[in-house]
């Protein structure tokens, strides 16, 4: 009687090409990832006692540079247009509150302008940023 010796074959799997495609991956997702940045905007909040932390969900975001220059969620805007483009704003899916933030050494005319048009647009809330000394 003849025995045969069944052969013990060793499978092992080969992992190169699965360590190229993650890597081809890696770098495909680095080189078309955008990064937020938070704005180099440099403002000086005023100090208030009474500060809270903010919350950045539902708010359409009016920065007061010291210039007197008005930005809208980040993009430019004046004075007279500033109504119309918190309306648009405001507008928007869950957009409801408006924030304004101010530098401590901006006019405080331009301020309540702000404030005027934020409620004549239709925000529900205004809340004014400070910081906390």
Not at 8 to 20: A, Q
Not at 78 to 96: D, S, T, V, Y
Not at 104 to 127: M, N, P
């Amino acid at each position: 009687m003849e025995y045969e010796f069944k052969r013990r074959s060793s499978h092992v799997l080969n992992l190169t090409p699965l360590i190229d495609i993650v890597f081809l991956l890696l770098v495909f997702f680095m080189l078309t990832a955008h990064f937020i940045e938070d704005q180099a905007i440099d403002i000086q909040l005023p100090e208030a006692q009474t500060s809270q932390p903010s919350v950045e969900d539902d708010t359409v975001e009016v920065t007061l540079l010291p210039n007197g220059n008005l930005l809208v969620d980040g993009e430019a805007a004046n004075l007279e247009n500033l109504e119309q483009r918190l309306r648009g704003a405001l507008h928007a899916p869950n957009k409801r509150f408006v924030r304004l933030k101010g530098d401590q050494a901006a006019a405080f005319g331009t301020g309540v302008k702000i404030i005027d048009a934020a409620r004549r647009s239709g925000a529900e809330s205004l809340d004014i940023l400070t910081e906390k000394p």
